[in-house]
């Protein structure tokens, strides 16, 4: 096993468990929001495992073809049972994105025989309206431009600035898009019964990037729409 960070690349021997945070082997930086033990990964009964040790934060964890997902909270762990692994977590205001790749996986998937095209916005039975994925674009701008890095989500205000929209349109739609996607079971959008949770952009971002809801291709519709938004 192998994983892989801002280009630098870490072997895991498996002897024991490899600490991602501020402090152990992976030291990400030191992003007060971050806890000092966020995640281990080790080995037992012959399978890989990613759990996470922190007390608030969680991850989001995907395939790379965006297949399959789940989210890792506090106290809960993965089998890594992927040739590679996806991991993106936000910590205050930055968003970290790091892939684990397992030389002897236990799960290859079979892939069908026809696949969407890039610029579908189709993932599973969850489809965006024009206007929805330019806003889901606009927030998850910075972690595709620099995939596999460190990213800095936008504000609702900059991203609505990004579009050419006013603040309130732009809160309307998010409110819109994280309603569907948590009718569809996204865990994370919502932080009670009728209250938004606070990191919703961040989670949905997470979720957006690693199910390949949005990809990089998509991101020249940006400009197309500031380019009609000021005509």
């Given at each position: 096993m192998q994983l892989e960070f801002c280009g630098e690349w870490f072997p895991l021997s498996g002897e024991e468990p490899f600490v991602i945070g501020r402090e152990g082997v992976l030291e990400i930086d030191d992003n007060p929001y971050l806890h000092r033990r966020f995640l281990e990964v080790s080995r037992h009964d012959d399978l890989w495992w990613l759990e996470n040790v922190g007390t608030r934060l969680s991850a989001t964890v995907a395939d790379p073809e965006g297949n399959t997902q789940a989210w890792l909270a506090p106290g809960a762990r993965l089998?890594?049972?992927?040739?590679?692994t996806t991991v993106l977590f936000t910590a205050g205001p930055t968003t970290y994105e790091l892939t684990l790749v397992n030389d002897?996986?236990?799960y290859l998937p079979t892939r069908p025989a026809d696949e969407p095209e890039a610029g579908e916005t189709t993932i599973g039975p969850v489809s965006?309206?024009?206007?929805?994925?330019?806003?889901?674009?606009?927030l998850a701008e910075p972690v595709l431009s620099g995939r596999g890095s460190t990213a800095t989500i936008p504000t609702s205000a900059v991203a609505a600035?990004?579009?050419?929209?006013t603040l309130t349109r732009f809160n309307r739609k998010l409110d819109n898009v994280c309603d569907k996607l948590h009718r569809y079971g996204v865990r994370g959008l919502r932080g009670g019964p009728g209250k938004l949770a606070v990191n919703r952009r961040a989670r949905l971002v997470e979720h957006a990037v690693a199910s390949r809801l949005v990809v990089p291709e998509q991101l020249p519709l940006l400009a197309a729409a500031r380019e009609v938004a000021e005509d």
């Open positions: 089998p890594v049972v992927y040739a590679r002897e996986p236990a965006l309206t024009e206007a929805q994925l330019l806003l889901v674009l606009a600035e990004r579009l050419g929209w």
